[in-house]
């Protein structure tokens, strides 16, 4: 029975540094097969050790080099990262040893009694476990890039779910001891049971985000798809009146010659106004040398042109932009939506959206500029403060 229980802690152990690893780098280089076989002799490696009675510097080396080796191995990191990911989690390791232990102790239990085979040390590796996962959710969330209030705010009831698992083990704890002081199957199942359903919980929620992202993502690609269908489209649409222009552009000038050889200026002066509006009318489509910058200047610009805003775009980017077409979409689309809204209740002479981006070695430089409307009811005064409208980051 003894091995059995650390066996089981030995697994248990794998699937939380599987959460550890997924939370932290989340893209995984390797297939399913490849990951099931590497965990699988992660899990074989660490029941092994579980046989001879080792230091707690020899297990912490051992969770260090295979955290590192599954880091690269799977998630095909910087050495850095993968030697910094294996010492945050031994970090946390001792946390929790030192944690458990001294809570322990609080409770009446002798120190001697946690490493050798009973209740105490079912009650050691299953507490252990619970403020090991809590901690390492912590962790996760809190080393996110885009972290938000939002998102720890919803992490609250699965903490809370562990810190009520906690007390229900030590519960459990308690029953058992006052009827026998010898180790039960019935509290390992319960308490092995207790932990393995918050690690499940803590799974699915993880999975439930990931499953979420790729929603969002996905609602991003085709909004980007539907921006660049548009673009062109209206490539196409300008090249084909282009090139009817063209056809045309000879029978605008044997008419205005003939106009002129009569000495009728001002229908000669009429018909240069008309052909003059029709070459305005071409070359409407934003063209920066980018194709996703392109089409989403382009389904903005469109916009406010159709709303009578006058824009001036100052673009100098290379085609090897490297942003991603989703950050780029969201951060351009909704300035320029912003800037839109904020020159809407403006006169039409008074509108206008100054948008610069400006590449520099490996800087961009964003800038939007755009009137608007001050909201104190005592003024109908326009203000120029461009810095606190457009930006909608």
Known sequence: MYFSVEFAAAILEVLIFSIYLKGMYRNNVRST?????????????????????????????????????LSLLLFGV????????????CVINIIVDYTISGLMLSFGLQADTLEVFGNNRVLYIVLGKLVQLLLIFLVIHL?????????????????????FSIFVCYFLYLAVRDQTSQLTWTFIIGAVGILYINIVIFMYIERMKEVGEMKRQNALADLQYQLKVDYFNQVKEDQANTRALWHDIRKYLNTMNELISRNDIDNARECIIQAAELFDGLGNVVDVGHTVVSAVL???IQKARRMNIKTELDIRVRPDLNISAADLSVIIGNTVDNAIEACQPLEEGRRKI???????????YYEIRNPYLREDPESDQEEKNQKLHGYGL
């Open 298 to 300: 382009n389904a903005s």
């Open 78 to 89: 910087r050495w850095i990262n993968a030697f910094y990911s294996a010492l945050l989690f």
């Open 143 to 163: 080393s996110k890039r885009k972290k938000s209030q939002d998102s720890l705010i919803e992490a609250v009831p699965l903490l809370l779910s562990q810190v």
């Open 33 to 69: 097969f490849i990951s099931l076989v590497s965990y699988a002799v992660t899990g074989a490696v660490l029941c092994f050790f579980c046989v001879f009675p080792i230091s707690q510097m020899i297990r912490l080396s051992v969770t260090f080099l295979s955290l590192f080796i």
């Open 354 to 364: 100054s948008v610069q981006l400006i590449q520099k070695d490996a800087l961009l």
